[in-house]
Structure formats: C-alpha cells, structure tokens
T-cell receptor, first 113, second 112 residues
Framework: AQSVAQPEDQVNVAEGNPLTVKCTYS??????LFWYVQYPNRGLQFLLK??????LVKGSYGFEAEFNKSQTSFHLKKPSALVSDSALYFC???????????FGQGTELSVKP | DTGVSQNPRHKITKRGQNVTFRCDPI?????LYWYRQTLGQGPEFLTY????????KSRLLSDRFSAERPKGSFSTLEIQRTEQGDSAMYLC??????????FGSGTRLTVV
C-alpha cells in the first residue's frame, strides 16, 4: 500500500535561516510526489512536484525539494525562511491508477522574526 | 480560468439534516476528486470522477454520502442524516489526467 510519513509535527525556524521539512514515502513503482501548503481555513496550494528527471525540483516561493530514491525521501527545503512561510505543509504521493493523492499528516512550520 | 470553486464556504447544520456541497472544477480538467480533512490531519480521499463516471469510492464514504458529476463538469457531494462526526473540511480538487490536483478553498461543515 502507498503511504507518506512526515515525522515532524512542527518545525521551528528563525527568519533568514534555512528550513527543511521532512517526508518519506512508500510506493510501488515510480512515485509521483508533491508538496502542498495550507494556510488557516484555506484549501491546499501546490508548491512543487517530482515526476521524473532531475532529483532537485524547484517550486513556488523559493521552495525546492530533493528526491532521494535510495532513502525514499522527498524533503522540502528553502535556503532562507520568511515569516510568511509559516503554514501547514503536506507531502503527498499520487496513486498510480486514478491520480488521487495520499497525504502525510502534515508539518506545521513556524518562522519567527 | 478561475481555479476550482467550492460553495458554500461554510455550512452549519443540525444533526440529522441533509447537506449538499458544490464543486466547479477547472474547465479543461477531466478528473474531479473529493477529500475530507479533519483538524490536525492530512486530507483523506473520498471519491473521484473521470468525466461523468465515478471510478473509485473510499471506504470512508458511507451509504449516507453520495457524489455526482452529471455532465462531467461540476460535482455535488451530498451527506444525508448528518452526524457530528461528519464535521470537517470537504475539499474538492481537479486535474487533467495525472498532472497533480488543483484544490478549491473547501467547504467547512459543522454539525451541531
């Protein structure tokens, strides 16, 4: 069965410091992997995706993620965090048949000035 | 293209009442998905359509839940005889084949 794990419920970072939000996955075959961000009482906004090709994927708002097949990980990164990056972040894997997404439990990112 | 639109944004209903939510996907997207999200959790898949055909339903979708996409465009999700446990954010998403899901802002249901 496909699954996604986000081992950290919360990540705290000082503004200007690099941030990492961790994600590991379990899937048969080649994974389609995604990161979404959610602000309070809002839907999910797409950040980036990995389907194939370069293991380092660049996305919206300066975020990037590194696909590591051997470690089955897809960690989200940003070189310099902003207070406005504070939100809930979800990693997801796409089902290889219907296209539905299977989500991790989410990581709350808090960036302090 | 105004993105995925969901109505209403908020719904408060008494236990036992029926509620219906609407989702208007991105016009060229052939797939439409419904998810449910409870506080502190990631969204959980409920059902999806390819065009007008409902191709998969989660075991989370009890008999009280029904979804339709009659002309392959907008979709409705109806919950009959609502229970307090149905309180959640209901998210709709659409995609063009396997290109990732674009989400609406969701409908927050509160059952009192």
């Amino acid at each position: 069965a496909q699954s996604v794990a986000q081992p950290e419920d919360q990540v705290n970072v000082a503004e200007g410091n690099p941030l990492t939000v961790k994600c590991t996955y379990s899937v048969s075959g080649n994974p389609y992997l995604f990161w979404y961000v959610q602000y309070p009482n809002r839907g999910l906004q797409f950040l980036l995706k990995y389907i194939t090709g370069d293991n380092l994927v660049k996305g919206s708002y300066g975020f990037e993620a590194e696909f590591n097949k051997s470690q089955t990980s897809f960690h989200l990164k940003k070189p310099s965090a902003l207070v406005s990056d504070s939100a809930l972040y979800f990693c997801a894997v796409e089902n290889n048949q219907g296209g539905k997404l299977i989500f991790g439990q989410g990581t709350e990112l808090s960036v302090k000035p | 293209d105004t993105g995925v639109s969901q109505n209403p944004r908020h719904k408060i209903t008494k236990r036992g009442q029926n509620v219906t939510f609407r989702c208007d996907p991105i016009s060229e997207h052939n797939r439409l998905y419904w998810y449910r999200q409870t506080l502190g959790q990631g969204p959980e898949f409920l059902t999806y359509f390819q065009n007008e055909a409902q191709l998969e339903k989660s075991r989370l979708l009890s008999d009280r839940f029904s979804a339709e996409r009659p002309k392959g465009s907008f979709s409705t999700l109806e919950i009959q005889r609502t229970e307090q446990g149905d309180s959640a954010m209901y998210l709709c998403a659409s995609s063009l084949n396997r290109q990732g899901n674009t989400f609406g802002s969701g409908t927050r249901l509160t059952v009192v």
